[in-house]
Each structure stands twice: as C-alpha cells, then as structure tokens.
C-alpha cells in the first residue's frame, strides 16, 4: 500500500499489518500526522493537535506489539493498539486542552480523562487530537463563530454537519482512522450521513458519559465515527460498558456474520414528508438492494413520531441551561456564546416545568409505543433517510424543498430525534452520491440494547455495496 491507501485501511488490514511486522505504529503515525499538517488548514477538523503525544503512544504500542512471542513483556492490547484516532473535543482528556468549541472554555485543562478515554488508553489507541465541533455541541453545522467552520472533505464550501462535525470529517479525510463523538439529537448519524462516513449512537446509557462535558443528559449518547460498520463496532468494543456487551459476542465470526433474518419496519408517517429528490430515490434504492439480499420488509404505523421534534427540544432546552447555569457559564458570560447557541439557551429560561414534565412523559410513551409497534409487525429495525438533504452550503440557514422553505438546522435534526427520544441504537451508513458529489446516509433504529444487529445489518449492506469512494482532497 501507498501512503494514501494506508490511511484509508480498515483498522483490521492496519492490525493485520502490525502483527505480520509489515508496518510499524510509529510508521503509521507519522503518516497521518503528516496528512493533518497538510490538510487540516484546508478542513479545520482538528481544534487541538497532539503529534507529541501521538508520536509517544505509537512508540509504546511499537514497544508492546514488536517483542518476540512468548517474552513477558510483549503485551497485545487487542485490534484497537497502535490505531491512530481523535476524539471530539467535550470529551475530557487530562492534560490536554477541551475547548467543547466554545470560547467560555477555551483555555480549560481538565486533570482527568473521561471514562471512553480511559477505555481508550487501556486499548493502545492513539491519540491524534481534539476535533472540531458546534459549540458545546449545540448545533447540527459545526459552524464555529469562534475557531471558525469545520469543512466537508466532499466540497469544502459545504457543513460536514454537526454537532460532531470534525470528527466525522477527519474520517471522511483519512486524517484518523475512527473518532468518538457524542449525539444528542443526531451528532453522530447526520455528520456520518453528510461525511460519507458510518456513525453509531448506541443504546442510551451503554456507553459512559462521565467527562464529558453535557448537552442534554435525557438524550445524550457517546459513540463512534468510523469508515464501516466493522470499525465502528471495534471502537465500540473498547469504549461500551464491559456489562453491556459481554466479549463472547465480540468474536469477529459472531458480530460480523450475516443476521439469520433481517425484518424491517418502514414507518408509514414522519420519516418521507419532507425529502429531496435525490434523497428519496438513493433511498428507494437502497430499500431494493435490500430486498435482493433477502431482507424482509413491512410497513408500520407509529404515530407518535409526529411529536418527536417538539418534544426533543423541550427536554433538550432547559436541560443545556440548567448546566450552563449551574457551571456559571450562563447568563454570567452570555457575551462569549455565539449568537445561535446563547438564543437556545434564553429558550430553555423560558421554558416552563409543566412542558418539560410533559415531555419526559412522552418520552416513555413513545419508547413504549416504538417497541410494541415494533412487537407487532415483527421487525428489528426500522430502515429510514438520515437526513433530508445533502450537506448544505456554510452559512445556509434555510432550505427549499418542493417549494417551500425550511430553517435547515430543523430538517437535519428531523430524522434523527426520535432515536434519541425513545433511547434506542441507531446508525448511519452512505448509501449513495448526488449528482453534485456529496453523499447521502442510511439509517438503521433498532430496539433497545440491539446495538450489536444494528452492526450485523449495516456490515451486511456495506459488504455487498462497499463505499469506495475517498474525497479529492
């Protein structure tokens, strides 16, 4: 492999690599460190590089990896030692800068890393930097009035979507070869979807959120960005609850095996109101290809999707302010936040504690009436657009679809909140290009802790539809 195929592997080919001694971790590094310094400038994915650290981790893992068999000092982490990564940057690491791409926070040093880091280290991974993101993750564009916008690697004049953005661009660049995120209302799967990359919001409480600086707790998820469902499932492994997911089911030939039976449900209401053209048709598609690969498909109603939105928002509203209240951020420092987040969090002040209550009822109520629709119609996962449109130019806050014009944060946030609301795994895979070369995403929500056949499902489509396009950068 060239240097460019390297940083576009798989991390089980790079694993493979290492243990075969045909590349060394240090070798691999340097590689990508030097791909950040070249195009980071270009994408400003990265708010923090560590080369320093990165350089002195790679030599541990090179240390542990690289000493003969049946030495007591050769240690084997797993496949996840010696894999450059970045980690979005309200995930606190000690001794490293987590500005959450805020400028109340932008000399804040935490001294202690949070649990997914910590999980992260015991794994060998290595650690490239902090990536950029909407400010204290309260946006879907990564449009940052303070360290400026975070580019999409397939049309830099476009969002890489938000509120993980940098993340997923920095997958999508070959600048990293996974990232952790978080998704509040679809962090993770709209960046994934506008990026071209995969992007998984596990079961809610499956992964830690301890250090890590919070939107909405009710709906708060970490997970992983990755280039294919089976990355993204090595990098859940290192960084999921070790009583979520027992390693039995952690063995390649289980967890990447085709599903005995795939049910889908496509849900009859919500979901196809609001699409474009393009959308809608890469969607139909990937529905027939599913069918060829023997997939089983069946309508169903579940009418409380119309109130996930609004519902969303109540409980996302007072909850970010509570925080930010709570930490002395605001209104103290109101003149630090950038204009679009200070205005939602004046929202959550005026929202009242009746409508929250009420919307943490419809919450269980949606969870509940999900699943039984779900029991009824006998399906896993429910098969859906993630987002309504393409990656939108930087900057455009209003959409036209058919005629009709739409706040653009809205209908990237559409698709995705019911996964948050009811609690449930859900994720996003490319599924196709539009004629102006930016890529659409597939969304899989699956019930509560399916997050290991949600992967079986994904990995399945992406085996037998590769996505092997890479960004002209």
């Known amino acids: 492999m060239n240097n460019i195929d390297l940083a576009f592997a798989s991390i089980e080919e790079i694993a493979k690599l290492y243990r075969q ?8 590094t340097q590689i990508i460190l030097q791909r950040i310094e070249r195009l980071n400038p270009k994408l400003n994915a990265y708010l923090t590089f560590t080369p320093e650290i990165a350089l002195a981790q790679a030599k ?36 490293i800068r987590t500005t959450a791409g805020s400028k109340v926070l932008s000399k804040f040093v ?4 949070a649990t997914v880091v910590t999980h992260l280290k015991e794994a060998g991974s290595v650690l490239l930097g902090k990536t950029h993101m909407h400010e204290f993750a309260y946006g879907t564009t990564t449009n940052n009035p303070h360290y400026g916008p975070a580019r999409n690697p397939w049309n830099i004049e476009c969002v ?9 661009a920095a997958v999508a660049a070959g600048l990293c070869f996974a990232s952790v995120g978080t998704d509040t209302g679809g962090s993770l799967r709209i960046p994934a979807a506008l990026c071209g990359v995969t992007g998984l919001k596990p079961t809610h409480g499956n992964v830690s959120d301890e250090g890590i600086i919070p939107l909405s707790p009710s709906l708060d998820c970490t997970g992983p960005l990755a280039r294919s469902s089976r990355d993204a499932a090595i990098l859940l492994r290192a960084i999921s609850k070790q009583n979520t997911f027992p390693s039995s089911s952690w063995s390649p030939a289980k967890l990447f095996r085709k599903p005995s039976k795939i049910r889908l449900g496509i849900p009859q209401e919500f979901f196809f109101d609001v699409l474009v053209e393009e959308v809608a048709n890469y969607f139909d598609r990937a529905l027939r290809d599913l069918r060829k690969l023997g997939a089983q498909m069946k309508e169903l109603s579940i009418p409380l999707l119309n109130e996930t939105e609004d519902a969303g928002n109540q409980i996302a509203w007072p909850e970010a302010t509570q925080y930010h209240r709570d930490s002395g951020y605001f209104p103290a420092r109101a003149t630090e936040y950038g204009e679009d987040v200070r205005s939602r969090l004046e929202m959550g002040d005026n ?9 943490l009822e419809l919450q269980k109520k949606f969870a509940k009436q999900l699943r039984e629709k779900m029991d009824e119609a006998g399906v896993d996962a429910l098969v859906v657009p993630t987002t309504p449109i393409a990656a ?29 609301l009811a609690g449930v795994p859900a994720i996003s895979i490319p599924c196709g290009v539009t004629s102006s070369g930016l890529p659409i995403g597939l969304q899989f929500i699956g019930r509560h802790n399916s997050d290991l056949l949600l992967l079986q499902i994904a990995n399945f489509y ?12």
């Open 462 to 473: 992406q085996n037998a539809y590769p996505n092997a396009r890479r960004p002209l950068l």
């Open 60 to 95: 541990r893992a090179e240390s542990e990896l690289f000493v003969p068999r049946g030495r007591k000092s050769r240690r084997d982490r797993g496949t996840l030692h010696g894999i450059p990564i970045s980690l979005k940057d309200n995930i606190c690491t000690a001794g």
């Open 160 to 168: 890489p979507g938000g509120s993980s953005g940098g993340s997923a």
């Open 110 to 113: 935490p001294e202690q890393d």
């Open 392 to 420: 939108p130019l930087i900057g455009e806050e209003k959409t036209q679809i058919d005629g009709k014009s739409y706040l653009t944060r809205a209908l990237l946030l559409r698709l995705n909140r019911p996964a948050n």
């Open 21 to 28: 001694r045909k590349l060394s971790p240090v070798e691999l």
């Open 351 to 359: 929202t009242s504690a009746v409508a929250y209550l009420e919307a």
